[in-house]
């Protein structure tokens, strides 16, 4: 039988050990580890569901044309301003990242690497 050794002092067995981590559902014993399960009901969801709807608004609108692409987003607080990435647009090998801010006219702010 398989023990394991938690705070250097409780010996547990591990058949008891997948049984207690198992016991509400949230971690399983999958390929050798151990993994957290987020049930699709749990309110940390709602931690993370703006970030990835960003992140699909942002995969949804790349324009790719073969090594080139370009994309923008507007930040959350204010649509107005945001963030552009470029490679191979503008200028052929040149990676660049534009802050714009159209609130008050227009203004950019560039950075080329």
């Known amino acids: 039988m398989y023990y394991y050794v938690i705070m250097n002092r409780l010996y547990i067995p ?3 050990l997948h049984i207690i981590l198992e016991y509400d559902g949230r971690i399983k ?7 957290n399960i987020i049930h699709k009901n749990d309110e940390r969801y709602n931690i993370i569901r703006p970030v990835i709807s960003k992140k699909l608004i942002i995969l949804n609108n790349i324009d790719l ?8 987003f507007g930040f959350d607080i204010d649509n107005r301003v945001g963030l552009c990435y470029d490679y191979g647009f503008n200028d052929p090998y040149t990676f660049e990242i534009c802050y714009y801010d159209i609130r008050n006219g227009w203004e950019q702010i560039r950075t080329y690497l």
């Open 14 to 16: 591990k058949d008891v």
């Open 29 to 35: 014993y999958k390929n050798g580890k151990y993994i």
């Open 65 to 72: 044309r073969g090594s080139k692409f370009y994309f923008e």
